[in-house]
């Protein structure tokens, strides 16, 4: 049993290594600033999930180019993708957002455009910008969508439910962009079965790609107090390999995986700890394929 990562997708399509550049274009959430609520996601940090490669005092023109350089100089990287990471990167109007997309996509060594977003924060107009950009850039919406049930949506104070995310799954495939589904694995109101159930689901909308998430907690938010209060109990790294495979065996072959584990917060992560050795978690997640 095999799955197809994002790193050869790219590099089947472009014959050479695409590498992400991301970037902090200074959005805020609806889950944030009191559309929704000023909370946020229970497991949501200060930073909105951004990997702070990059200072957000710095222009998108800039990050690009200091993204460019690092990976350049790291690994003769030549060709990137624009990934747009902290927070809510589609709740902005359009004309707002064309201008930070397109300045991204100026350098001619941007082949490609991720956007990550919520479901509840994309509409015709906003699709139709991002659409324009498929005929000459590879063109990914990254949708939270963490899980199908929503018992579990309302836990986390996610403010949106299921079956917002299937509509916006379904215009967004309608204008050709690929969809990458956001899943948290190991969340408190879930069993095996609910985990594989979202497996199921996403296989039968034929999802284009998956990024998988332990659920992680960070300093500052409300899953710390929860955590803290011994009211949540983690995912060991075992029942995590042993979830991933299960997922990894229903979804279809072509399902191109954008992440099995992340190891991003190493420096501020306060549980679980084994989540900082992300090899490891590889290396036993791929023999236990090769078992499968």
Avoid at 128 to 145: A, H, K, Q, R
Avoid at 249 to 268: E, F, Q, V, W
Wanted: proline residues 3%.
């Amino acid at each position: 049993m095999d799955y197809y990562p994002l790193s050869a997708y790219l590099k089947d399509k472009f014959k050479e290594k695409v590498y992400k550049i991301t970037i902090d274009a200074g959005f805020t959430c609806p889950n944030r600033d009191g559309s929704i609520s000023t909370s946020g996601c229970v497991f949501c940090d200060d930073g909105g999930s951004f990997s702070n490669a990059h200072s957000r005092l710095l222009s998108i023109s800039q990050q690009i180019e200091t993204g460019i350089k690092a990976q350049h100089d790291r690994f003769g990287a030549n060709k990137f993708m624009a990934y747009f990471q902290a927070f809510t990167n589609t709740y902005k109007p359009v004309n707002e957002l064309e201008k930070i997309y397109k300045e991204a996509l100026k350098n001619p060594q941007i082949v490609g455009i991720s956007i990550g977003t919520r479901p509840d924060c994309v509409d015709d107009k906003k699709l139709d910008l991002i659409s324009s950009f498929v005929p000459n850039y590879e063109t990914w919406i990254e949708y939270g969508l963490q899980t199908i049930h929503d018992k579990s949506l309302k836990w986390m104070n996610r403010g949106h439910d299921y079956a917002t995310f299937e509509k916006a799954y379904l215009q967004t495939k309608r204008r050709g962009i690929k969809v990458c589904a956001h899943v948290i694995l190991g969340l408190p109101t879930e069993d095996k079965e609910d985990m594989l159930q979202t497996a199921e689901k996403l296989a039968k909308l034929k999802v284009d790609g998956v990024k998988f998430h332990a659920l992680c907690v960070m300093p500052n938010t409300k899953l710390e107090q929860m955590y803290k209060n011994n009211e949540i109990k983690l995912l060991e790294e075992d029942e995590y390999v042993d979830i991933i495979c299960e997922f990894l065996k229903i979804l279809p072959s072509d399902t191109i995986i954008h992440r099995l584990c992340a190891n991003g917060y190493a420096k501020t992560m306060i549980a679980p700890l084994w989540l900082n050795d992300k090899w490891s978690t590889l290396n036993k997640i791929n023999q236990k394929l090769k078992e499968l």
